[in-house]
């Protein structure tokens, strides 16, 4: 039974950081893609970055890129997303999800387990 289970989330000022964590059990993720996605009130679940256990492809959603980073520590089976210049755009509920598709995928669907989420809230 596999098991994503997210921490790190609160409430941080505009510009400031914060380090999510997901840890991944029962199973070994080698291979697997590990997505992180984002949903704020009223809008749909949206794409935030991606990698493939490995660590050698990334990618980010746009409106990230140069913001945060994705990565992973093989010891702990945990996967992190570092938040730097937070915005209050950034504000959601950030979820971790994994695959065994073969390509990063930015799509929600592709995605066969998902964490239960953590809430991300920036403001002044």
């Known amino acids: 039974q596999v098991q994503l289970v997210e921490s790190g989330g609160g409430l941080v000022q505009p510009g400031g950081s914060l380090r999510l964590s997901c840890v991944a059990s029962?199973?070994?993720?080698?291979?697997?893609?590990m997505g992180w996605f984002r949903q704020a009130p009223g809008k749909e679940r949206e794409f935030v970055a991606a990698?493939?256990?490995?660590?050698?492809?990334?990618y980010y959603a746009d409106s990230v890129k140069g913001r945060f980073t994705i990565s992973r520590d093989n010891a702990k089976n945990t996967v992190y997303l570092q938040m730097n210049s937070l915005k209050p755009e950034d504000t959601a509920v950030y979820y971790c999800?994994?695959?065994?598709?073969?390509?990063?995928?930015?799509?929600?669907?592709?995605?066969?387990?998902w964490g239960q989420g953590t809430q991300v809230t920036v403001s002044s």
């Open positions: 999800a994994a695959t065994r598709a073969v390509a990063v995928s930015t799509l929600v669907d592709a995605y066969d387990y």
């Open positions: 029962g199973r070994t993720f080698n291979g697997y893609v």
């Open positions: 990698m493939r256990w490995s660590g050698v492809i990334t």
